[in-house]
Structures are given as C-alpha cells and as structure tokens.
C-alpha cells in the first residue's frame, strides 16, 4: 500500500538519515534499546528546533553531533550512579562488617542480633518501592536489570530507590554502630 501523501520536511530527514545515524549510534552503545531511546531522543529534538530562531545548516551534522552529546550525557549518568551506587554499598559495607559472623563471643552474638533487629526496624520504615529494592538486591542477590525486567520499573528509578533507601538506613544505623564500637 502506498502512501501519496506529501512528506514534511521531518519525514523526509527522518527517512534521509535514519539508518545512517542508527548504525553511527549502535557502533557506541552497548544496547539495542539504548540505541533506539537515543535515535528517537535525537529526532525528537530535530522536531522541537524551531527552523526560524535555530535554523539547521547541515542537518547530517547537527544530527551525529546530537547523538554524540546524548551517548555522552548517558555515559556520564551511567558513571554517576554506579559511582553512587558504590558510595552506598562501601558506607553499609562498613556498618555491616562490624556485625559479621566472624565474631563468636556472646556479646558479639548479641550485638549482631540487636544490630538484625535495628535493620529490620529501619527497613520498616522505609516505602515499600524502597524496601523492596533493597531487599531484593541486598538480601535475595537480584540485579536491577533482573528486577527491571520482571517488574518493568527502568534500572534508574530502581537505583534511585535503592540511594535513598541506603542513604535511610545509613543515617538510622550510624548511631549504633558508633555505640557499639566505642564499647
């Protein structure tokens, strides 16, 4: 079936460049779904400009240069959150050691039973998006691309979840791990 009506200008690059532009894009990413969220992103762009104020020389230009910044704005966010994401896990790496099962004299018992119990009061507090994350990824060994793909919340707001989950129990459990290791 074809379709005689005429094209807008948009269509027309659209069609010019999209394959060109889709190859240039999947040669720098790691995912095809990244992939299609940039080259949409891109075009989505294109079709915001007004031609008027932002007049577009050479379109094959600006839409590789435009692709560029976007691979390079995800890459950026990606080593942000990981990077926090690292923060997070060394912060309660470091609570968590000094209640390890390492430590098998009674009062080491005791204190790793009160610190359970803090954690689980802590954890209680938290929303459930936020509890749930962190559970799963801290206690049942999901990654968030595994809970990402079986709840269809984006890997991003599951790593926001777990930041400020993190950041809610760190700030709860800081005061007993200093009491208990001043002891």
Known sequence: MSDNRPRSPLEEIYREHRDALERYISRRTRW?????????????RLARLDPVTNPVERISAW???????????????RKEERLDEQQDDDALA??????????????????????????HDALEELPD????????????????????????????TLLSRKHHAVLHLRQRLQQLYRDITER
């Open 32 to 44: 095809q779904e990244e992939a299609e969220d940039i080259l949409q992103e891109v075009f989505y």
């Open 63 to 77: 839409l590789h240069a435009a692709a560029r910044n976007q691979i390079i704005d995800r890459a950026r966010k």
């Open 94 to 119: 470091g609570i968590t050691a000094a209640f390890s099962e390492e430590n098998h004299s009674p009062l080491d018992a005791l204190l790793r039973s009160l610190f359970w119990e803090e954690l």
């Open 129 to 156: 998006n936020q509890r749930s994350v962190f559970e799963l990824t801290e206690f049942d060994g999901f990654s968030f691309k595994e809970i990402s793909a079986s709840t269809g919340i984006p890997v991003n």
